[in-house]
């Protein structure tokens, strides 16, 4: 059993139960091969909740200072995160994010790049695009949908991969394909409520 996998069920036993958490999709992720995971983000536990509801290991960024706690920056690590310099062009980062999804595993982002105070969605930094343009994973969009608090529903939403081989014919920009990305998000955020 890898650290990955404990902490999975660890986290999942605790989680599942206390906000009930409701998954939806899952016929639509991909069994094999590189996939952009990409999320809407409402809490700072949105990464633990889609690592235990996604069906395979999910890779993220994380912000660079997390990995410098002592303890904590070897279990972000073990749990497949690796850094990111934040409001900096970070090439390190996003050659790590190129390196997940062409080696065929799942890469886990939040393209608003911060946490939603309101709860509604924002807009996406063009990141989402770059890796999307960049590789030929599939893009599946994610909603975490309602409230984190106990014994209240939890939904997470995983919706049908994007296609993108129209945005590439037509050389959309990764701004476009951001815009592209969010608005699938929303449409499941709106579906789901």
Known sequence: MTFYSFARSVVAGVFKPWY??????????????????CTNHIHNFDPLVVGITAPRPVHF????ELFKVPVLGNIVRNCNAFPVKRGKG???SLRAGLKVLKDGNVFGLFPEGTRSKTGEIG????GA????????ADV???AIIGPYKSLKTLKVVYGKPIAM???RAVKASAEQVTELIMSEIDKLIKEHR
Do not use: H, N, Q
């Open 140 to 142: 599946v969009p994610c």
């Open 123 to 126: 807009k996406g930094l063009s």
């Open 90 to 92: 970070d090439r390190e």
């Open 165 to 167: 081989d129209e945005m």
């Open 129 to 136: 695009g770059f890796f999307a343009l960049r590789t030929e």
């Open 20 to 37: 009930r958490i409701e998954v939806s999709g899952l016929e639509y992720f991909p069994k094999e091969g590189g996939v952009l995971l």
């Open 61 to 64: 960024m994380a912000k660079e």
